[in-house]
């Protein structure tokens, strides 16, 4: 089992563009979460899928955007990049309602120019 | 909304002496509480959590609800701990949305 995969590693864009970060969850989970984690900063929850659709929700504005796949694969988009959109985004994977651990993936790291 | 402060960015110990690492947090509620850790080039991981009051590699940390406190202790600190220290908080069961501190960079002196 290969855990958590995401993809890209490292990418670099330009102020305005648009971004889509992708993530595979470990075998056996079925719950996708993302985080964003600036430099120096810790993990900050961005929102969490499951059965296709957003659960919860953390405090970012509309323009990052999620989907689940019937796979349970996920994917981050992030419309109108900001510098400050600058960071490290976590892919987490669970298994909804029982008691198990998040596995965290390797991570993405964005840079906005 | 809940809120975790650790209030150490960074903590050095000289190997064989005892580690402690802050955790407070605020939350009206009950909540879980766990330490992640993350090693040199390897992803973020998770080191324990209250609810199973396991030692994981010797460390221990106990929940103090009176204090809101999850410190992280451990008697014999080793060369292998050094890493980087987030403490974590969740509403439910731990799978569901995360709450981390800004984490504590530890270095154990040879």
């Known amino acids: 089992d290969a855990g958590v995969t995401q993809s890209p590693t490292h990418l670099i864009k330009t102020r305005g563009q648009q971004v889509t970060l992708r993530c595979s969850p470990k075998?056996?989970?079925?719950?996708v979460s993302w985080y964003q984690q600036a430099l120096g900063q810790g993990p900050q929850f961005i929102f969490q899928?499951?059965?296709?659709?957003?659960?919860q929700r953390g405090n970012f504005p509309d323009r990052f955007s999620g989907h689940q796949f019937p796979n349970y694969s996920s994917e981050l988009n992030v419309n109108a990049l900001l510098l400050g959109d600058s960071a490290l985004y976590l892919c987490?994977?669970?298994?909804?309602?029982?008691?198990?651990?998040?596995?965290f993936g390797q991570g993405t790291r964005l840079t906005v120019v | 909304a809940q809120r975790v402060t650790q209030p150490e960015k960074l903590l050095s110990v000289f190997k064989g002496a005892p580690v402690e690492l802050k955790c407070n947090y605020s939350?009206?509620?009950?909540?879980?509480l766990f330490w992640y850790v993350q090693y040199s080039r390897q992803r973020l991981q998770l080191l324990l959590r209250h609810i199973s009051r396991e030692s994981i590699k010797g460390f221990t940390a106990d929940l103090n609800k009176g204090e809101t406190s999850f410190h992280l202790k451990k008697p014999f600190a080793q060369e292998e701990d050094s890493a980087m220290y987030y403490c974590a908080l969740s509403t439910n069961f731990g799978n569901e949305k995360l709450t981390f501190g800004t984490g504590t960079r530890l270095t154990i002196i040879p």
């Open positions: 939350y009206s509620g009950s909540p879980e």
């Open positions: 987490a994977s669970s298994l909804v309602g029982g008691d198990t651990e998040a596995f």
């Open positions: 075998s056996g989970h079925d719950t």
């Open positions: 899928y499951y059965e296709e659709e957003e659960r």
